[in-house]
């Protein structure tokens, strides 16, 4: 079983930075990947980023100029910057842990930008 906890959310004015985490609990040993998710209200959940265990990161075409995924593999946790926030990155950011067998969610960490 794997535990996975986000923080670093909150309200942040447009134009500003933010780092999210995630920390990976219980057997994060058997963790192969980690990734972020994100849903706007009203709108479907998306992927905005994956990141190996050897440290290999994807993301989304559109995001890929503001967002940076990272980790910390002693600390089994995965971080994710974004910057020059907009309005529309307003959401529920969401952390999975994937063992290769299961993906393990987080109970999600708001972000509000503000104008």
């Known amino acids: 079983q794997v535990q996975v906890t986000e923080s670093g959310g909150g309200v942040v004015e447009a134009g500003g930075s933010l780092r999210l985490s995630c920390e990976a609990t219980?057997?994060?040993?058997?963790?192969?990947?980690m990734g972020w998710y994100r849903q706007a209200p009203g709108k479907q959940r998306e992927l905005v980023a994956t990141?190996?265990?050897?440290?290999?990161?994807n993301y989304k075409e559109s995001l890929k100029a503001r967002f940076t995924i990272s980790n910390d593999k002693d600390k089994n946790t995965a971080y994710l910057e974004i910057n020059s926030l907009k309005p529309e990155d307003t959401g529920v950011y969401y952390c999975?842990?994937?063992?290769?067998?299961?993906?393990?969610w987080g109970q999600g960490a708001q972000v509000t930008v503000s104008v």
């Open positions: 999975t842990a994937n063992t290769g067998y299961r993906n393990y």
């Open positions: 219980g057997s994060a040993h058997s963790i192969r990947l």
């Open positions: 990141i190996s265990s050897s440290g290999t990161a």
